[in-house]
């Protein structure tokens, strides 16, 4: 553990931050998960959770947290399952 006061406080931002960062991925992969699901039996709210999907993807992009192409790669595979 540091010593220094600005060491100690920065250790404090970094957890908050990592902890941020955790909650929005999750966000984002449970959302995946359940438009998945949902195309996978036809669900009527597919729709829906695709664009549930697309907006948690595009925050966590947004957010630094995936890369834009990680990002359109992601949207990219959800519309093809969409489309089966």
Known sequence: MPVIKSAMKRVR??????????????????????????????????????QSAYSHIDKAKSKGLIKANNAGRKKSRLAKQLAK
């Open 13 to 50: 931002t970094s957890e908050k931050a990592a902890a941020r960062n955790r909650s929005q991925m999750s966000a984002m992969r449970t959302s995946i998960k359940a438009f998945e699901i949902a195309a996978k039996n036809n669900a009527e709210n597919a729709n829906e959770l695709l």
